[in-house]
C-alpha cells in the first residue's frame, strides 16, 4: 500500500516540479529584485509613441498612495482600526499604499523608493531582470524574464480595492481601470 502511495505522489508531482521548474517567470521572479519607477520609465515608458505610462501614473492616486498616509485623516483611520502608531507606519495600510515594506532587504535595489507608492512594479513584478531595453522590445522576452501582465486584473486589483479596506467606496471597475490603462501602443 506504502508502495502505491509513493508511485502516486511521484506521478502527480513529478510533472508539477518539472513545469515550475521550467517556468523562466516564476525562476526570474524568484530572483529579480525591486528596482523602482526610475528604473522603469527611462526613455522608454515615458513618451507618447509608447504609451505615456509615467504620465498616466504620476496623475493616478496611486502615485500618491504612500503619501496620503502622512494624514491626520489616515492616522484617524488606522487609530480607528487599533493601530499605536501612524498610518505611514501601519502594516495594514502599507500593504496596500505602497511596495517594499514586507520585501527582505536583497529584494530591494538602492534605486527602490517605497515612498513612491502603488508603482510599476506592483502589478508588474520586481524588475531588474526584465528591465534592459533589449529584454522589453520583445513582450514575451519580458514574461520570460518575470514581467508579469496580469489577464484577471479585476482580481488582481480587488487584493487592495474591496470592501475589507476601511475607506473602500465602491466603483465601477472598467470605468476606473480607464483611468488607469497603459497599455503600449500597437505598432502601424
Known amino acids: 500500500m506504502k508502495k502505491k502511495i ?18 523562466t517567470s ?3 521572479q524568484s530572483e529579480a529584485t ?6 522603469c520609465v527611462g526613455a522608454c515608458h515615458k513618451t507618447e509613441a509608447q504609451g505615456s505610462q509615467l ?22 483611520v488606522a487609530k480607528a482600526r487599533g ?18 515594506v514586507d520585501l527582505a532587504s536583497a529584494k530591494v535595489d538602492d534605486t527602490f523608493d517605497k515612498t513612491q507608492g502603488v508603482q510599476c512594479e506592483t502589478c508588474h513584478g520586481a524588475g531588474s531582470e526584465y528591465k534592459k531595453l533589449s529584454i522589453m522590445k520583445d513582450k514575451q522576452k519580458a514574461m520570460d524574464a518575470g514581467l508579469i501582465i496580469h489577464t484577471d486584473k479585476d482580481a488582481f486589483c480587488t487584493q487592495c480595492h474591496n470592501s475589507q479596506s476601511p475607506t473602500f467606496v465602491s466603483f465601477d471597475y472598467d470605468t476606473e481601470w480607464a483611468k488607469i490603462k497603459h497599455d503600449i501602443p500597437a505598432k502601424e
Open 83 to 100: 493601530s499605536e502608531v501612524a498610518a505611514v507606519e501601519t502594516p495594514e495600510c502599507l500593504k496596500c499604499h505602497t511596495l517594499g
Open 26 to 28: 516564476i525562476k526570474s
Open 6 to 23: 509513493i508511485v502516486f505522489a511521484l506521478l502527480i508531482f513529478t510533472p508539477l516540479i518539472i513545469v515550475l521548474s521550467n517556468n
Open 34 to 39: 525591486y528596482v523602482g519607477v526610475n528604473s
Open 55 to 76: 504620465s498616466i501614473w504620476q496623475s493616478s492616486k496611486h502615485a500618491n498612495a504612500y503619501e496620503s498616509l502622512k494624514s491626520a485623516f489616515a492616522d484617524s
